[in-house]
Each structure stands twice: as C-alpha cells, then as structure tokens.
C-alpha cells in the first residue's frame, strides 16, 4: 500500500498544472512587447483545448502524449486552414505532406516520441473513424509529430498506447495548459537542461486586428541559450559543443501556432516560417539531427473547409497580407516565450540507465537577468 501511494504521489508531480517552477512572467521577463492573452496560453485562442497523458513508469519509462485540437465541432467534417514549415526534415512528422498539398488539417495534432508516431496514428484514426459522421470516412490523414526522448526513456519499449493518446484527447481542455515535464514533454532535455512542454500567446490591440495568436512547443534541442536577448548558457558556461564535453544537440523541436486570424494556407505556411524565428532568439542552432517542425492552424470559423460542401463555390473572407505582419511579430515572440516556459516549469527527471537531466538553475539565470536589466 505504501508502495502504491509513493508511486501515485511521484504521478501526481507531473501531472498537476502548475506544479514545479514559475514561468518567465512569474519573475519579471516580459519577452516582446505584444501583451498575452488571459492564460498566456495556446487556449487562448478560441475553440483550442490541449491535453496531456504522462507515462512514468518503474526506473524507465519517462514518455507521454500531448494533442492539441483546434475545436471541437468534429475536426474532421469542419477542417481547418493549416500549414507546415520544415526548419530541418530530420524528423517523423506524420500528415505533413497532404497538409501543405490540400492546404487543412482534419485531425488533432499529437505530439509524441519518435518511435510512438505509428501508435498515434492508429490512434486518431480510430478516434476520427469513431466520430459521428464520419460513417463513410475511407481516408484519413493523422497528423502526429515527436521528439526523440531516448536518454531519459526506454524509447524502444514503445510504451505509449493507443488508449494513451485517446485519453489525451477526451481530456483535452481549454484554459490553462501544464507546461514542463508533463506529456509528450516528460523526457525531453533541451539546451542541456530539463525541457519540456511550453505555451504562450499574444493579443493584438484592435487597431491591429485584435487577433490572438498561441503558440506550444515540445523543446528538445540544442545551442546557447539566450533569455530576452542575454547570453544565459554562456553566462553559465553550459552550451553546444563546449570543450567537446558536451555535445547533447539532437532531438528536434515541435511547434504548433494557432490563431483566430482569418488566415488561409498561403499566409499560415508564411506565419509558420516566422514562429520559426523564435527558437532562433533562444539560441538553437537546428542541428544536423535536430527534426525542427512548425504547423500552423486557424480557427477563424469563416475559413473552416467543410467536408462535404454544400456548392461548388467556396466563398471565405480571409485578411489582406497587407495586414499580416502584426501577426508575424506575434509568432516570433509567443515562439520565443513558450520555449523559455518549458525551461522554467520543467522539474528534474531520472530515467533509463540512471540518466539524469535537471531544471535550468533559476537563481544563476535570474541574477545574470537582473545584470542585464531583463528583470521588469
């Protein structure tokens, strides 16, 4: 009994919002200059939930699933606009082809590990199958992103099921999102420290739209770190390739913007090159086996994409890009942001052969922040 009540307290401290470090904001480092929406998170944008399923199992298994989906009238028969953009294709990101060719996105988006995609395709398949509606559905393309966790996790055990990645997608909610080691960020280790799952978003004044832009990363990459625009990892003398010592570089990073923006494919795929901006601003380099990947969605119910159309002529309403800009400036800070957050509110992890990774040392980061008057 004992047993059973220290392994469900150890569950519970990855699975409770909230629980660990503060993020970025919590101590004064406001990056940007575009205010947040109310939870700084991707739900702020309307219509969009997030859910996690964490997996810590024995002294191994330290994985999970996170899925976004970006409403929740049926995916499938009201898809929406999407787009992808390859930063570096060393990657397993399932969907991504009959996105960019069709220009939507008719599934939720799960984030996984790398060898778990298969699993997850099986997965929404079913789940998209299962949907009312959907009774004559022959064809479906899942889309299904990852990182690879394999030094904190027994990653070729394959231990993410396809009840996993259902149960992350019934309790998929809007309103504040867990960020750090939490769902498909639980093994992941990013600039040499914890990484995790990180969200912001930001909201344009009026005069510029007033659109909402949110952002969630699975960080799990290398470089030199950089806060707000100070070198932090040199500051600490812990980055890529230092002395040769450490050369822990690979393993991709997955970002997802959405946006209630009345964007279609040609402008999202243009919003996805510049969310791309914001892992340059923290100081990732993209390695060589770093899978670098933005999809973008909006949920602008003027430019969803039935299914079955009604008519031969489509007509939508989409912003001029004219306007566009304000929203690119949006999508490089919210990127920025949400990867320090999965930084700060992960929690230290050991796994698979002992391996151990810790948070990023909040004191030594806030008082090189204070020097550099990065702290508001």
Do not use: W
């Not at 330290?62 to 409403?71: A, D, M, N």
């Amino acid at each position: 009994m004992r047993i059973a009540l220290l392994l469900l307290a150890a569950a519970l401290l990855f699975t409770i919002p909230g629980h660990g470090q503060k993020r970025a904001r919590d101590y004064g480092i406001s990056i940007g200059v575009i205010p947040t929406g109310a939870n700084n998170a991707i739900t702020d944008v309307s219509g969009v939930m997030v859910g996690h399923t964490t997996l810590i199992r024995g002294d191994s298994v330290r994985t999970g699933v996170t899925v976004i989906l970006p409403h929740g009238d049926g995916i499938f028969q009201q898809k929406v606009p999407s787009a992808v953009f390859v930063g570096n294709g060393f990657g397993k990101l399932a969907g991504s082809t009959q996105i960019n060719e069709l220009g939507n996105l008719e599934t939720p988006i799960v984030l996984t590990n790398t060898l778990s995609v298969a699993t997850a395709m099986e997965a929404v398949i079913s789940y998209t199958l299962s949907q009312p509606g959907n009774e004559d559905v022959y064809s479906v393309n899942a889309v299904v992103g990852e990182t690879n966790d394999s030094y904190l996790n027994d990653i070729r055990g394959r231990h993410v099921g396809v009840q996993d990645v259902l149960d992350a997608i019934k309790g998929a909610q809007a309103g504040p999102v867990a960020e750090g080691s939490i769902g498909a960020g639980t093994g992941t280790v990013c600039f040499g420290y914890k990484g995790g799952i990180g969200t912001t978003s930001r909201r344009l004044p009026e005069n510029l739209g007033g659109y909402t832009i949110g952002v969630l990363v699975q960080t799990n990459f290398g470089g030199i770190l950089q806060i707000d625009g100070v070198p932090v990892g040199e500051a600490l003398g812990r980055f890529s390739f230092k002395d040769q010592l450490f050369n822990n570089v690979d393993g991709s990073c997955m970002i997802i913007v959405a946006t209630d923006a009345p964007l279609d494919h040609r402008n999202l795929e243009r919003l996805a090159k510049r969310a791309f901006l914001g892992l340059g601003k923290t100081g990732g380099i993209v390695s060589h086996g770093s899978g670098d990947y933005v999809v973008a969605f909006s949920t602008h119910p003027g430019v969803r994409i039935a299914h079955q159309p009604d008519q031969k002529l489509v007509k939508q309403t989409v912003l001029h890009q004219n306007y566009t800009s304000p929203l690119f400036m949006a999508a490089i800070e919210a990127t920025e942001e949400a990867i320090i957050n999965s930084l700060f509110a992960a929690t230290s992890v050991t796994g698979i052969m002992g391996h151990q990774v810790v948070p990023i040392p909040l004191d030594k980061v806030l008082s090189i922040l204070k020097k550099y008057k990065r702290i508001k």
